[in-house]
């Protein structure tokens, strides 16, 4: 016999024995009495964090009935600006904005960003909080616009540059209500690895395409990318806030696929124990 | 006795997070266990249709026959399959579809190669062993048939050989968790 046919064998024996288990479940409830310290177990060989069933809410049920979270969500660069070619006054702007935007004061970050484009109009990172301004308060194809703009304008800047393609990607995900289609899952990794070519040191541009690469099932991509991004300072924070502002916004985000293709030690790190690969750190090092 | 949807709705606004926590991840068990791999599927989504089908009336609970997690799973089951087979696929191909064909010699051979492999995976358990005997005799027949006809059991043991049953499929799958 050829192992094709011993494998297909196999395979149609272990799907008949799967129908066996799942109508036993059936017909005497298997699954509604199980001790739920099994239950847990169970899911957690699954790779499906318990934890994250436990976070739903009979309250969470309701409200999908009604309008759903904006999904778009503040990211804050913290990028130091002490050599960029421009004036205090702008920088002290930038720095304020900055500060408001942590705090979701959007209105004020938007008329923040009015200022900084006046005061120095030929400051890329002025237009790019601008575009970013408006895409939070709904007004996306004025932030387009101004993404368009700035590419134009500053093509020789190779942050400028990562930064529109990063705004690119944000507002494609935005207008697809953080749920794309296949296609726009493609054009959306594309957009941030484009973003990642011009500046390397994106680290929430990085995260963003951790998670789009999982969710277009590209997971060994999102492993590489994990595994070389975990050296730059920074990227574990915006790990942990794009998967926590995502999972906000509702099963849509679909952060509960995300999760389960991490290594175990990055999975853990994000959501667990926290347990690292290669031991734990002392806490006088942690700087 | 079915209940009215306000009925359901106040029974299930009075779950404390505990209560309400232990059946999400009760469903969620019975969700992943079927669909893991199944990407046209969403457990948030399936899970919350069939919470709003007993709240919009569209499906009647009725407490005296089924706990509330059987029900929702059974909700669940139903609209995963409803929306499985509007995407013009099936959730699962078994022999049942083979021993529809029309017979011929060659599907005959790989039915009976099939069940021999099958009937050696659980060799070790008298309990799966005779249910299998029974779905080859007839493999549209049921487990709550099958028990009756069988020297009398506890559902313990029941519960005993699905662990078993799961285990076994596990360990052929090579995974960690698919049953």
Known sequence: MSDTRKQEITRRAISE????????????????????????????????????????????????????????YAYISN??????????????????????????????VL??????????????????????????????????????????????????VGAVFHGRGNVKEIRSRLNPSETELME??????????????????????????????????SRQLIEESSHYEGFFDEMSHELRERGERGYAAKMYRVLPAFPMWFRNLMHGSGAVNGGGLDPATVA | MLLLATEVR???????????????????FYYYSRYLNEPRLDFDDLLQRSFLSMLDGSRHWDP??????????????SIASHDLTKMKNLPHQSLEA???????????LIANLVWNEILEFVSDNWLLRSMVEFRMADPKM?????????????????????????EKIKQLEGTGGLI
């Open chain 1, 111 to 160: 008329e923040l960003t009015r200022q900084i484009t006046h005061l120095a109009p030929n400051y890329w990172r002025g237009w790019i909080n601008y575009s970013g301004a408006q895409v939070l308060l709904g007004n996306l194809p004025e932030g387009e616009v101004i993404l368009d703009r700035i590419f134009c304008d500053y093509s020789g800047d190779h942050k400028a």
């Open chain 1, 17 to 72: 024995l799967k129908r066996l288990a799942w109508d036993i479940d059936t017909d005497f409830e298997v699954t509604a009495n199980l001790p739920i310290a099994e239950i847990d177990e169970e899911l957690r060989s699954m790779g499906v964090a318990p934890e994250r069933l436990e976070a739903l809410s009979f309250e969470w049920i309701l409200e999908q009935t009604s309008p759903s979270k904006n999904p778009a």
């Open chain 1, 188 to 221: 959306i990794t594309k957009l941030y690895e484009e973003a990642l070519k011009f500046d390397p040191s994106r680290t929430n541009t990085r995260a963003c395409l951790v998670i789009n690469y999982v969710l277009s099932g590209q997971v060994e991509k």
């Open chain 1, 79 to 108: 990028e130091l600006l002490a050599d960029e070619q421009v004036t205090s006054d702008a920088k002290l702007l930038i720095l304020k904005l900055r500060h408001l935007g942590r705090q979701q004061r959007y209105p004020e």
């Open chain 2, 10 to 28: 106040e029974i299930l606004g009075e779950l404390t997070q505990d209560q309400f926590s232990k059946l999400t991840k009760r469903v969620g």
């Open chain 2, 142 to 166: 049921m487990p709550r048939d099958m028990v009756p006809l069988l020297p009398e059991i506890s559902e313990e043991e029941v519960y005993r050989g699905w662990r078993c049953l799961r």
């Open chain 2, 64 to 77: 005296e026959r089924a706990d509330l997690a059987t029900f929702l799973c059974g909700a669940l089951r």
């Open chain 2, 98 to 108: 083979e021993f529809v064909e029309p017979g011929s010699e060659e599907s005959d």
